[in-house]
């Protein structure tokens, strides 16, 4: 059984940059895709960043393009998010999610992509 729990997540300052954490057991994180997603109040949930198994391939929204980076480590077996440059429209519940299969690109970021996710690291970016 995979397991997801996140860490990082806090108060920020606009402009401001955080690290999230996504640490998996049960089953390593190259065998899987995995991605973040957010909530806001009152929003659904909605994609951040992807990253597909065994490979580097990576999927980002838009919004997050050029001040969020994905990765992931093996030997910790464990998942990123770097967010640099936080807008208050950033605040959110941030979830790690890890899918089984080997999806394309295309379907990075749909949430049925995904098996298995964490309990969420909520996010605060005001002044």
């Known amino acids: 059984q995979v397991q997801l729990v996140e860490s990082g997540g806090g108060w920020v300052q606009p402009g401001g940059s955080l690290r999230l954490s996504c640490a998996a057991s049960?089953?390593?994180?190259?065998?899987?895709?995995m991605a973040w997603f957010r909530q806001a109040p009152g929003k659904e949930r909605e994609f951040v960043a992807a990253?597909?198994?065994?490979?580097?391939?990576?999927s980002y929204r838009d919004s997050a393009k050029g001040r969020f980076t994905v990765s992931r480590d093996s030997g910790k077996n464990a998942l990123y998010l770097r967010m640099n440059n936080l807008e208050p429209e950033d605040t959110a519940v941030y979830y790690c999610?890890?899918?089984?299969?080997?999806?394309?690109?295309?379907?990075?970021?749909?949430?049925?992509?995904?098996?298995?996710w964490g309990q969420g690291t909520q996010v605060t970016v005001s002044s």
């Open positions: 990253i597909k198994r065994s490979s580097s391939g990576t």
């Open positions: 049960g089953r390593a994180v190259s065998t899987m895709a």
């Open positions: 999610a890890a899918g089984l299969d080997n999806p394309i690109t295309s379907s990075l970021p749909r949430a049925s992509t995904y098996d298995h």
